[in-house]
Every structure is written in C-alpha cells, then in structure tokens.
C-alpha cells in the first residue's frame, strides 16, 4: 500500500513562506490524486489543495488561493505545498493525502481520499 510522509513544517512568522513535502514510498505515484488537508486546533480537518496524478489540473481552498501552490514530481515521488504570504490563521497540522485515480482530476473532499500520511505542524506566529 505505501507510505507517506510529510516533511518542512516549522515555526515561521506572519508573512513568511514555508514549502511542505510529501514523499510517498511503495507506489507508482503518477497514478494517485493527491491532496493537502489541515486541521486546526478546536477544528475539522479542512481541504487546502489538490493535484491531479497528471500535475496538469489544481483546486485550492479560498482561503490559500494566490497564497499556496501545490506541485508534484512524480518520478522523485513527492509532492509539494508552497506557502507564502502566511498568516496566524493558517496555522495547523498539515495532511498529505492519496487516491489512486486514473481520471487527470482533483479531489476536494477528504472521505475521497483513503491513504494519509501523519501530519506536519505549522504554527504561524504574529
């Protein structure tokens, strides 16, 4: 079935920029949706952005659009989450998540997906 691991969490200011990555292991990735959740503390677990297994397709959140940019390299089995431009709110555990899907589409909906890595913090300080 595979792993995934997310990686490139940390402390960062408001306003600052922090990339997160995904390495999944045991799997062909170029055939997998993939997707980024995060939860807040006291919160659900919210969709931030997703990619199709093509990298030619991305949906975000409207709270990250502009701000995050999801990309992906297949043939180093990683994905990506660039943050910029970060704000208090946006602070959380940070989910990778992976479905395999042969369709070039996205996926916003986190019962959508059924493999998920372990999480990363980003506290975004003021």
């Known amino acids: 079935q595979g792993q995934l691991v997310e990686s490139g969490g940390g402390l960062v200011q408001a306003g600052g920029s922090l990339r997160l990555s995904c390495a999944a292991s045991?799997?062909?990735?170029?055939?997998?949706?993939m997707g980024w959740f995060r939860q807040a503390p006291g919160k659900e677990r919210e969709f931030v952005a997703t990619?199709?297994?093509?990298?030619?397709?991305?949906n975000y959140a409207d709270s990250v659009k502009g701000r995050f940019t999801i990309s992906r390299d297949n043939a180093k089995k990683t994905v990506y989450l660039q943050m910029n431009s970060l704000k208090p709110e946006d602070t959380a555990v940070y989910y990778c998540?992976?479905?395999?899907?042969?369709?070039?589409?996205?996926?916003?909906?986190?019962?959508?997906?059924?493999?998920w890595g372990q999480g990363t913090q980003v506290p975004v300080s003021s």
């Open positions: 998540a992976a479905k395999y899907y042969l369709l070039a589409a996205t996926l916003k909906y986190d019962y959508q997906y059924d493999t």
């Open positions: 990619i199709s297994r093509t990298g030619d397709r991305t």
């Open positions: 045991g799997r062909t990735l170029s055939s997998y949706t």
